[in-house]
């Protein structure tokens, strides 16, 4: 009888967790899974009108992996890895979605953002996505409600943001990315639709440079065209949750972070794929990896909290 009113409790609980769980995880959800992947972008607008336009019609695309890394009712973390053959799989961009969540960090510029601490009306039924580099550094941030419109789920946000990966090897005559980021998802997976703005932000305050359309699109494909990118995180994954680990403990004892574009002219994440492959190949024991993940991290952060002129 007690194993049985034991089990009762036991479901009732999960039950009950279910029940409390936000109904917008589902939706959330439908963003895992293994896609094709077709990113366009173009820029449309410019007040100057003798700016030349960049990129006005910049289309990449492939076949990703979405793996949900970490799942509760109000967190769902979410590693992106890029497949490019069944044995060449790259770590990409990760990204988190918490609910309620009171704590965002705002881009500046120049590398430097600061902690903003929200109240609870503000966050009252909205989902916050931040995005990480590929290093697991950050980003940006936006919180939004998810909302049912013509029969699509829809989240939309707007937040200032770096330059992207795209454009920030290849120029500088900007330093925000006003991103207007809007999920939609349908029946074949879901469309990363963004109405962007261009800004040079001098002494907080903004001049416009260009506007960009960008509709990045996700289309659903049978799992076991993403197998290899799972085992490639089976194997890597360990690593990878150090990174995490050592960027989580920094950030939250700070209230300003500011980090560093390039040393020696590589990124950060250059730094740490080498280590990842020592590490995978034993050069490096698990009693060394922490501290030389830490190592690696903390050149690449400003511990004054200012940004750097010179990024080398």
């Not at 449309?44 to 990129?55: G, I, M, R, S």
């Not at 509709?215 to 065209?225: A, E, G, H, T, V």
């Not at 950060?268 to 020592?278: E, G, M, R, T, V």
């Amino acid at each position: 009888m007690k194993k049985i009113i034991g089990s009762v409790l036991v479901a009732l609980t999960a039950v009950a967790a279910q029940a409390q769980a936000p109904a917008d995880r589902a939706k959330i959800d439908k963003l895992c899974g293994c896609f094709e992947v077709e990113f366009k972008y173009a820029e449309t607008f410019a007040p100057n009108k003798d700016y030349k336009f960049h990129d006005r019609e910049a289309i990449s695309g492939g076949v990703e992996l979405t793996l949900p890394i970490e799942v509760s009712d109000k967190k769902i973390v979410m590693q992106h890895l890029l497949v490019i053959t069944d044995s060449m799989i790259v770590k990409h961009w990760r990204e988190e979605w918490t609910y309620e969540n009171p704590i965002v960090w705002k881009y500046n510029g120049d590398k430097v953002w600061t902690k903003t601490t929200l109240s609870p009306d503000q966050v009252k039924g909205k989902w916050t996505q931040t995005v990480w580099e590929v290093s697991d550094e950050p980003r940006y941030q936006g919180f939004s409600q998810w909302v049912s419109l013509d029969n699509k789920q829809i989240w939309q946000n707007t937040t200032d943001a770096p330059l992207p990966r795209r454009e920030y090897s290849s120029r500088s005559d900007y330093n925000i990315l006003k991103r207007t980021n809007r999920l939609s998802i349908n029946d074949s997976g879901y469309i990363h639709e963004q109405d962007n703005q261009k800004i040079i932000r001098t002494n907080g305050v903004d001049q416009l440079l260009a506007e960009e359309k960008g509709i990045n699109s996700y289309k659903r494909l049978d799992n076991k065209q993403c197998a290899g990118a799972v085992v490639y995180w089976e194997k890597n994954k360990a690593f990878w949750t150090k990174v995490r680990k050592t960027w989580d403990e920094y950030i939250s004892t700070q209230n300003t972070i500011a980090i560093k574009t390039l040393i020696d002219g590589k990124p950060l994440h250059d730094y740490l794929f080498a280590l990842a492959k020592d590490y995978a190949a034993k050069k490096v024991t698990d009693k060394d990896i922490d501290a030389k993940i830490k190592s690696e991290v903390f050149r690449f952060i400003n511990l004054d909290g200012k940004a750097v002129a010179q990024q080398k």
